[in-house]
């Protein structure tokens, strides 16, 4: 059994950056990772997501803006966000799969999931 907790949520103006953290226990360094969001009244979406060996995916939202990074070692997966814009405002969840690869997985097939971090940008 995976167990995952977000830390690093928090308030921002925009343009300000934040990084969140993923503690995983129960983890295996073969799981695909993933950061979503989900704001009010809307449909949770993938930002993005990082196979076992480190290769990554982007929304075309976050591209050149958050970068995912994992430390097997450490057992954690990052979200490093700069250029924090008010629409990136929502509750961040990580997730992991029972798969190495992240290629062609949508949400539901992501099988463990945090608690999630709010964060909140301010104009």
């Known amino acids: 059994q995976v167990q995952l907790v977000e830390s690093g949520g928090g308030s921002v103006q925009a343009g300000g950056s934040l990084r969140l953290s993923c503690a995983a226990s129960?983890?295996?360094?073969?799981?695909?990772m993933g950061w979503f969001r989900q704001a009010p009244g809307k449909e949770r979406e993938r930002v993005a997501s990082?196979?076992?060996?480190?290769?990554?995916f982007y929304a075309d939202f976050v591209k050149g803006r958050f970068t995912i990074s994992r430390d097997n070692g450490k057992k954690e997966v990052y979200l490093q966000m700069n250029s924090l814009k008010p629409e990136d405002t929502a509750m961040y969840y990580c997730?992991?799969?029972?798969?190495?690869?992240?290629?062609?997985?949508?949400?539901?097939?992501?099988?463990?999931w945090g608690q999630g971090t709010q964060v909140t940008v301010s104009s």
């Open positions: 990082i196979s076992d060996i480190g290769a990554t």
């Open positions: 997730a992991a799969a029972q798969r190495r690869w992240c290629s062609g997985l949508g949400t539901l097939d992501y099988n463990y």
């Open positions: 129960g983890y295996t360094s073969n799981n695909c």
